[in-house]
């Protein structure tokens, strides 16, 4: 009987163990629904359907974000991202460095000092692409950056800009960006996003495993 209960409490400390690695992941979706300056593409022709995403993943370590900004084919042809914008909660970043994909022209940051177009508010950092290719981040591209800062996590970017006279009153977007290149400009942003996602690192999931094969293996036992 103690030995089954041994490998029983054996399997059950790995899964305590594999509980408590997780990375988190915070992804805001754009569509053209979230327009607030300018004219919006014809293309998606549903203004609730996603044409961007920026992904923030922490891998499961504290002060050191990658974040992944993607324009998806269903945008209006000849359109791109010329600027995105975002916030953080301990602003300024130490660090932006880039990774892969289309490449920034410019980046800034600071704290609550890039103003949006608008009604958008001021972020606290900022990507400018270039507006002629190569080089866009147009239709089906991705420019990928590693974020720097003390003890940031994915969750730290669920942040919202403030009001930017002579707008007093504005501001409130966790993210904004600027699509131009099909004839006209538009700004869009978010109004806010949900938690984030906690995932299972790699050795992680193997722990999971190894803890469900004791528990198998304590049942046989009883057998």
């Known amino acids: 009987m103690k030995s089954h209960l041994k490998g029983a409490f054996a399997a059950l400390g790995l899964l305590s163990v594999a509980g408590g690695a997780q990375a988190a992941i915070f992804q805001i979706d754009f569509t053209t629904a979230g327009a607030f300056s300018g004219t919006a593409p014809s293309q998606p022709t ?20 990658t974040l ?13 991202v010329n600027d995105w914008y975002f916030n953080v909660d ?42 002629n290719a190569p080089g866009e981040l147009a239709q089906g591209h991705t420019s990928i950056y590693t974020l720097t800062g003390t003890g940031i996590t994915a969750d730290s970017f669920n942040a919202v800009s403030v009001s930017a006279p002579p707008n007093a009153g504005n501001g409130g977007y966790v ?10 400009s538009v700004w869009i942003g ?5 938690p984030s996602n906690e995932i299972p690192e790699p ?21």
């Open 46 to 65: 549903d203004p609730n359907a996603i044409f961007a995403t920026a992904t923030f993943d922490d891998h499961n370590s504290s002060g050191s974000v």
């Open 68 to 80: 992944t900004m993607n324009v998806f084919n269903n945008l209006s042809a000849g359109a791109y």
């Open 90 to 131: 301990s602003a300024p970043l130490s660090g932006i460095t880039f990774v892969s994909g289309a490449a920034a022209q410019t980046i800034q940051n600071g704290t609550d000092a890039f103003k949006a177009d608008g009604t958008g508010g001021n972020f606290d950092f900022a990507f400018h692409f270039p507006t």
């Open 175 to 184: 993210s904004a960006l600027h699509v131009q290149g099909y004839g006209n």
């Open 190 to 194: 978010t109004d806010g996003g949900p």
């Open 203 to 223: 050795a992680t999931l193997a722990l999971l495993g190894l803890g469900l094969l004791g528990i198998a293996a304590t049942r046989r036992q009883k057998r």
